[in-house]
């Protein structure tokens, strides 16, 4: 592979790993910033459905993606696994198509004293992706979340989260 294409995707694995890390910082701007103005992202309707389903479109629905998690304490988002595609041809590529697997953590409290302190909900799933190149660099087009399956566990101890009234292991 030449620098060049190692570049390429070197780019395109900041983009799609850098969605990850907005999720669970809760920045709906620098999420909403990774797709192109015309970006769509595709998710289930969990729990009533796994498959996707959901379409948000354009910067203003994007950028509410991180927020509408919020209801959950906490969320965890790990990447692995990055294909990369480019189109056949010798100039610079300005689309590729990618898949993604990961697994995506989303924690909610329960105050009860008796039991666990919350639930993980963990998913199992598979990006599916197509990237554009924009003025200043890749972006992703359009993104459909594949749920493979879904696993529940209990949370035995958790850290406080900012204004959340939760740290410790027991409700504050």
Do not use: K
């Not at 697997?101 to 409290?109: I, N, S, Y």
Request: net charge negative.
């Amino acid at each position: 592979m030449t620098e060049r294409w190692e570049a390429e995707r070197s780019a395109l694995r900041a983009v799609s790993f850098g969605y990850a890390a907005a999720v669970d910082d809760g920045d709906g701007a620098r999420f909403a910033a990774l797709f192109t103005e015309d970006g769509e992202l595709v998710v289930p309707n969990y729990p009533d459905d796994l498959r996707p389903l959901v379409v948000r479109t354009g910067t203003e629905q994007l950028r509410g993606i991180p927020g509408g998690l919020a209801r959950y304490e906490w969320t965890f988002h790990q990447l692995a696994e990055p294909q990369l595609t480019f189109p056949d041809g010798d100039g610079r590529p300005t689309t590729a198509t990618g898949s993604v697997r990961g697994v995506a953590h989303h924690v909610t409290a329960d105050p009860s004293p008796s039991g666990p302190l919350g639930t993980d909900t963990v998913w199992y799933l598979r990006y599916a992706d197509d990237y554009r190149r924009v003025e200043d660099g890749w972006r992703i087009a359009r993104r459909v979340l594949h749920l493979q399956w879904v696993e529940e566990r209990p949370v035995v101890a958790m850290a406080q989260r900012a204004g959340t009234g939760w740290g410790g292991g027991v409700p504050t």
